[in-house]
């Protein structure tokens, strides 16, 4: 069965700094993606950025990026030059196998500091 | 821009009655997920649909939920009788055909079950 956590219930960070949040994933496909995914207080899902476990190379989307380290099973996402507008829940998410469900984790709640 | 919509976004109702909520995917989108997310148990899966058979509702309660696909541009989900346990945030989400691993969420129902 595949797993996500996400040790850090909370996590605060001061405008255009830079903030990193923690997952770790454990499955048994050898085929599979992961996700961090954004619901701000409109409860809107809203896909960041996504990894393919057969890339090495770490997947960027301007001010996000991933530290991908398949072997530790880790899966960080990294925040730059972060904005009020970060302010948000952010949830890891793994799929693969044939239905291609997400799993989620428990989800670390981002605050950001004027 | 296209969305997934999710009709009502709001549903308040009395222990016993049904509830019925649906979703429009992405047009030519062929997989269709209905996810509930509540505090204690996060967000699960309930159900999953590819060319609009269903392929997973394991995470479903059999008994009092339903999952179909009248046709390629509506996915129903219905609680029958609800119960206030049921009250959680349910989102549907549509995935593309030639990328089964990236999801795009609706904006969720959220029902309030007295």
């Known amino acids: 069965a595949q797993t996500v956590t996400q040790s850090q219930p909370e996590m605060s960070v001061q405008e255009a700094e830079t903030v990193t949040l923690s997952c770790t994933y454990d499955t048994s496909e050898s085929d599979y993606y992961l996700f961090w995914y954004k619901q701000p207080p409109s409860r809107q899902m809203i896909l960041v950025i996504r990894q393919e476990a057969y890339k090495q190379q770490n997947a960027t989307e301007n001010r996000f990026s991933v530290n991908f380290q398949k072997a530790a099973k880790s899966f960080s996402l990294k925040i730059s030059d972060s904005q009020l507008g970060d302010a948000a829940m952010y949830f890891c998410?793994?799929?693969?196998?044939?239905?291609?469900?997400?799993?989620f984790g428990t989800g670390t709640l981002l605050a950001v500091q004027p | 821009d296209a969305r997934v919509t999710q009709t009502p976004r709001h549903k308040v109702t009395e222990m016993g009655q049904e509830v019925t909520m649906r979703c429009q995917p992405i047009?030519?989108?062929?997989?269709v997920f209905w996810y509930r997310q509540t505090m204690m148990q996060g967000l699960e899966l309930l159900a999953y649909f590819r060319n609009r058979a269903p392929l997973d509702d394991s995470g479903m309660p059999k008994d009092r939920f339903s999952a179909e696909m009248p046709d390629a541009t509506l996915a129903t989900l219905k609680i029958q009788p609800s119960e206030p346990r049921d009250s959680a945030v349910y989102f549907c989400a549509s995935g593309l055909p030639d990328s089964p691993y990236e999801q795009y969420f609706g904006p969720g129902t959220r029902l309030t079950v007295t």
């Open positions: 998410a793994s799929t693969g196998g044939a239905t291609n469900k997400l799993i």
């Open positions: 047009l030519g989108h062929n997989t």
